[in-house]
Structure formats: C-alpha cells, structure tokens
C-alpha cells in the first residue's frame, strides 16, 4: 500500500512540471466595441486553451474568452494556410 501511494506520488509530481506554461506564446491585444482584451494564446494545437488574462469591466470572463478562442482559432487557419500541420 506504501509503494503504491510513492509510485502515485512520483506520477504527480512528474506530470506538475507538464504545464500549459510551455506551450504559451506572447499575450496577444484584441480591440473591441468594448474595450481591450489581452489573451493568452498556446500553440495551433492547443486553440482551446487560449483565454483572457484582461478584459474590460463591462464583459464577462466568458465574453473575452470567446474572442480570444475566436483570435487563436484565426491564427489557426493562418498557421495551416501557411503549410503548417496539426
């Protein structure tokens, strides 16, 4: 039982040092009717991932998310137009 909880243990503490941080690309500024948002966007591969970091008072977290997801899934066709794959 001991050798168990070690071996979940070890597992954990790999997989900590997996994070989204190595797939983050520099935050990104959209513009809208509302104001600035600043987005995290991750790599083509990780489109859903990508999120607000700023937003204005006036929109919900979800509102920025949504358009940050919009701006990632735009680069997305950039990055497979320019004959990159996923």
Known sequence: MIRTGLVVLSVAVVLSGCGRSSYESTPVEVNTPKGKVTC????????????A?????SMSKKEADNICIERGA???????AAGGRV
């Open 74 to 80: 735009k680069q997305l066709e950039a990055y497979r």
């Open 53 to 57: 970091v700023a937003k204005p008072e």
């Open 40 to 51: 995290q966007l991750y790599t083509p591969e990780r489109v859903q991932w990508d999120e």
